[in-house]
């Protein structure tokens, strides 16, 4: 346990300040000020755009060196490099491969007072957990593809034994931990891939398992990834822990947070053997920014996970507390009604902001 921590704190773009301010001012709110020392690092698109860095070096050395890092989001259009990419998802990319962030945990769970977009859903129906490759996939080959000729353009998919079963090993010590699927209450991984047509899924597929026999007691399945788009609206509650390829993972990630009521719903932790980079699931939001609007739950319950990472790593328990603290009231304030307009609500982002704090700052039980 150390006196305090330091988080790099990088806002980002679009709504990224928005959000990231919220959960800061939530942080605060639970453990008052002191035990976690912020300190603001540039990065993004707009830094792009007067710069024409999007990571300059200071910031990417005091995200490894810090603590933590939190970041809102990053990207606006029109912030695009020369081939056509753009330059605000360099942050993120750059400290995944370089902090070696391998595992992006993803939780989906519909809460109480939220609407899913699938009919006939209680709260707690969905529940599961989205555990993607963050290393090594699709985008392992981001500023590596070719164009030839302007003809024929070519991106290199990247497996490796070593990336595919320190991911899987996650994926089931998670499912360990969990209590198993909502539809049935079974600890389940489920490996979702394209190994019936490409030899690195089938690859990814035969090292699962493998790892999956050092599990006896947890139930091992595959899914088809096409499958998965449809098993995800069709049968949610059969999952329990998905684990998959770092751009199926991307992609399942927006599906699944349209099923607990949208972006705005989904954190993300993205963790490697000494760092963790706390974001939510969504992107810098540019149609609703600077309209104190946007949703910062997704973001709350992103900085929840940085504290119970941050506490399991260091033993403390402070952080573990105020952990579950946030959660709790994230979960109270849902169930009374306080909801943003993306929610089918009227609340701002302040005044979700304001609810949650005062809630953590009373012994009362949070009412509507
Ligand atoms: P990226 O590829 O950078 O992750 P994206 O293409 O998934 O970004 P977002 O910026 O996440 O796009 O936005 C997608 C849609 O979801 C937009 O209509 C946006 O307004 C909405 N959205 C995203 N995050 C939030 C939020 N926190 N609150 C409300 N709406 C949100």
Redesign the pocket.
């Known amino acids: 346990m150390k006196d305090s921590y330091e988080i790099a704190v990088v806002h980002g773009d679009?709504?990224g300040p928005?959000?990231c301010g919220a959960a800061i001012e939530v942080l605060d709110a639970t453990l008052g000020t002191g035990i976690l020392r912020f300190i603001e690092y540039p990065a993004g698109a707009e830094h792009f755009l007067a710069t024409g860095e999007s990571l300059p070096e200071k910031t990417a050395q005091a995200c490894r060196a810090a603590d933590a890092i939190l970041h809102g989001?990053?990207?606006l259009p029109g912030a695009v490099h020369p081939d056509g990419t753009?330059a605000?998802?360099d942050f993120s990319l750059k400290l995944r491969f370089g902090l070696d962030l391998y595992a992006n945990i993803r939780p989906i769970r519909l809460y109480d007072g939220v609407e899913s977009a699938l009919v006939g859903i209680p709260a707690g129906g969905i529940d599961y957990v989205i555990v993607r490759e963050n290393s090594e996939g699709l985008y392992a080959a981001r500023g590596a593809g070719s164009v030839l000729r302007g003809d024929v353009a070519v991106d290199t998919l990247v497996q490796t034994r070593k990336g595919i079963e320190r991911i899987v090993r996650k994926a089931f010590e998670l499912a360990r931990l969990s209590d198993g699927a909502p539809a049935d209450g079974v600890r389940r991984v489920t490996c979702c891939d394209k190994a019936n047509v490409l030899r690195s899924y089938a690859f990814f597929r035969a090292v699962f398992d493998e790892v999956a026999k050092d599990y006896p007691e947890i139930e091992a399945e595959h899914v088809i990834v096409d499958a998965m788009t449809m098993y995800l609206v069709q049968r949610p509650g059969h999952f329990n822990i998905i684990v998959t390829e770092n751009m199926f993972g991307?992609i399942l990630s927006?599906l699944a947070a349209a099923t607990i009521g949208?972006?705005?719903?989904a954190p993300s932790a993205e963790v490697g053997a000494d760092n963790g980079l706390f974001q939510?699931?969504?992107?810098?939001?540019?149609?609703?920014a600077g309209r104190g609007?946007?949703?910062?739950?997704?973001?709350v319950l992103s900085a929840a996970a940085m504290l119970d990472w941050l506490g399991r790593k260091h033993d403390d328990k402070r952080l573990l507390d105020a952990g579950g603290r946030i959660r709790r009231v994230t979960e109270g304030a849902l169930s009374a009604g306080c909801l943003?307009?993306?929610l089918k609500g009227s609340a701002t982002?302040r005044e979700v902001t304001d609810f949650l704090c005062q809630a953590l700052a009373s012994k009362e039980p949070i009412t509507a």
């Open positions: 679009g709504i928005e959000v989001a990053a990207g753009e605000g998802v991307d927006d949208g972006l705005g719903m939510p699931s969504h992107g810098s939001a540019p149609d609703i609007i946007a949703n910062p739950y997704g973001m943003t307009t993306d982002t």
